[in-house]
């Protein structure tokens, strides 16, 4: 019986097993695989992945920060986005091989209500989430321009991946603007800490903010009420697990499924 699990910061994964689960039950694979949560200690990771890829119990493991670089390293093959990204969010066991995907980058674009090829696309942040979106923005072809607290950031990263950094951006200039830092978790004043205010918006935008609260964050509160598409975290959540499951699986599982569980409080 396969085993899947997630490993990582408890409030990253919380939702994780019950949406993988009520995904695995819809493909008719409850009996036959399980995905649960497992709590390594950060200084064990890469000795107890090691043990999980060698022992022959699991198929793969999700992985959140802070362990998505530390799962790319140790890997012995990776895919072209993980590798560009610098981070893996899964990884699949062969024959006690270990293989490196990154499935935020294709969550990201799945969540989103079209590709945006060509578009003028606005970035917030520059660490590793910020990378996941910036690589898999690029790669479809949208004009990505980056923007981040610490400039300096915001430059390395875009002449990286592909894009451009930016100090004082237009918001009304973007087809999507995609918020990838923690602002609106901590308590900071969305409209202080991003170079935006609830005004900023235009009909037609789409906004992308991979916080994941219960109630809709300021930011997506204010894009929605000025006629934007907004997609919020937990789609993304979804979207990136259900191409994970693809991957150790080979089915396409259920995303009606998969948001039905994430949501349910
Ligand atoms: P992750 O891997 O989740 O992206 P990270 O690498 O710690 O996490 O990056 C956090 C991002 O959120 C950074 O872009 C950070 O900006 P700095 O590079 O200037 O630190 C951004 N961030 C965090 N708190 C912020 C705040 N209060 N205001 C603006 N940006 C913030």
């Given at each position: 019986m396969p085993s899947l699990a997630v490993i990582g910061h408890p409030v990253a994964h919380s939702r994780s097993p019950d949406m993988q689960t009520a995904a695995l039950a819809e493909l008719g694979l409850a009996g036959e695989w399980t995905y649960g949560a497992l709590d390594i200690a950060p200084e064990d990771f890469e000795a107890e992945v090691a043990v999980l890829a060698a022992e022959g119990d699991y198929a793969g493991v999700n992985i959140t920060v802070p362990h998505k670089e530390a799962a790319l390293t140790m890997a012995d093959e990776a895919s072209e986005g993980a590798r560009a990204i610098g981070a893996a969010n899964t990884l699949s066991f062969r024959e006690g091989r270990i293989v490196a995907d990154n499935t935020d980058a294709g969550g990201l674009l799945r969540s989103?209500?079209?590709?945006?090829?060509g578009d003028r696309v606005l970035v917030f942040g520059a660490g590793g989430a910020a990378r996941a979106a910036i690589w898999a923005l690029a790669d479809v072809g949208a004009q990505v321009d980056v923007w981040n607290r610490t400039a300096g950031r915001a430059e390395a990263v875009a002449a990286e991946l592909g894009a451009r950094a930016v100090v004082?951006?237009?918001?009304?200039?973007?087809?999507l603007i995609v918020n990838t830092t923690a602002v609106g978790l901590a308590g900071e004043d969305t409209f202080e800490a991003l170079p935006?205010?609830?005004?900023?918006f235009v009909t037609g935008q789409t906004v992308l903010d991979m916080v994941y609260t219960e109630e809709p964050s300021a930011l997506l509160a204010a894009a929605e009420a000025a006629g934007a598409t907004v997609v919020d975290g937990l789609e993304m959540l979804v979207q990136q697990g259900a191409l994970s499951l693809r991957i150790w699986t080979g089915e396409e599982p259920s995303i009606e499924a998969m948001r039905t569980a994430v949501r349910r409080d």
């Open positions: 989103l209500p079209h590709p945006f090829i004082d951006p237009e918001p009304g200039d973007y087809a935006l205010s609830p005004d900023s």
